[in-house]
């Protein structure tokens, strides 16, 4: 499957943002979906995720209660919506796609990689 990011943008403290990953070429539907990002100079973290069928949902503890993952089967497109972003959201996110909704908790378990889409948050 081919994941394609968009959305990113230079906002500032407290503004919100929404990402979409569209999916191409296998049946989106039948994977879980992931969104991880990357600050400069860090490693690559978990920021959320959701289960094919919508009804599992799993966010890190740093952005729980202020971004929402969703997912339109029928656009083949998830979703984060980032709400009172913050100078340390700032990172590349990715966007992922894996066969389970555990195995796109991890990194290393992972079966596809969108490219980045950069959101910059000013203070």
């Known amino acids: 499957v081919q994941l394609q990011a968009s959305g990113g943008g230079l906002v500032q403290a407290g503004d919100s943002l929404r990402l979409s990953c569209a999916a191409s070429g296998r049946t989106f539907s039948s994977f879980a979906m992931g969104w991880f990002r990357q600050a400069p100079g860090k490693e690559r973290e978990f920021v959320a995720a959701?289960?094919?069928?919508?009804?599992?949902?799993y966010y890190s503890d740093s952005v729980k209660g202020r971004f929402a993952i969703s997912r339109d089967n029928a656009k083949n497109t998830v979703y984060l919506q980032m709400n009172t972003l913050k100078p340390e959201d700032t990172a590349v996110y990715y966007c992922?796609?894996?066969?389970?909704?555990?195995?796109?908790?991890?990194?290393?378990?992972?079966?596809?990689w969108g490219q980045g889409t950069l959101v910059t948050v000013s203070s």
């Open positions: 959701i289960s094919w069928n919508t009804v599992a949902t």
């Open positions: 992922a796609a894996s066969s389970s909704v555990l195995s796109v908790l991890r990194i290393r378990t992972i079966d596809y």
